[in-house]
């Protein structure tokens, strides 16, 4: 995640964000086909990223559930309801801003595996 290659390191768990930028990066050919690690002296700045990225998602999920209720109850036509909801999907949207994935090895479960410090090696 540091853009540095190491040995070893923690694996990212696959999640949709990551999926659609991997996606992305793919159409514009700058995949670089590695997989996401976060070393050791990372971890701890890692868990807090995520941490703080789910507090976001969280809360800009309620607000835009409440924004999308809200549109529900005062609007009178479809059209100002899908109004509602692209505006729920943008505050949701909202939180990717500090989006970080989760290291899927728990710290104190934590070992770096071996098959990832070989993969981690791979390429460029
Ligand atoms: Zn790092």
Same mark, same amino acid.
């Given at each position: ?5 190491k040995p070893g390191g923690y694996p990212v768990?696959?999640?949709? +964000?990551?999926? &659609? ?11 670089? !086909?590695?997989t996401?690690v976060v070393c050791k002296a990372d971890l701890a700045?890692a868990a807090?990223? $995520?941490?703080?990225?789910?507090? /976001?998602?969280?809360? /800009?999920?309620?607000? !835009? ?6 549109? +529900?109850? =005062? &609007? $009178? ?6 109004? !509602?909801? =692209? !505006? ?6 909202? &939180? =990717?801003? +500090? /989006? /970080?994935?989760?290291v899927s090895a728990p710290p104190a479960a934590g070992k770096p595996a071996a098959k990832v410090e070989a993969r981690g090696?791979?390429? $460029?």
């Open positions: 995640m540091c853009q540095k290659e768990e696959e999640d949709p +964000v990551l999926q &659609s930028i991997r996606a992305a990066k793919t159409r514009l050919g700058m995949a670089q !086909g590695n996401l700045t807090q990223k $995520r941490a703080r990225f789910e507090k /976001y998602l969280m809360w /800009y999920g309620l607000l !835009g559930a409440g924004f999308l209720l809200l549109s +529900v109850l =005062v &609007s $009178r036509s479809l059209a100002s309801i899908a109004l !509602g909801l =692209v !505006g729920a999907a943008f505050v949701l949207l909202l &939180s =990717v801003a +500090v /989006y /970080y994935p989760k090696r791979g390429k $460029r």
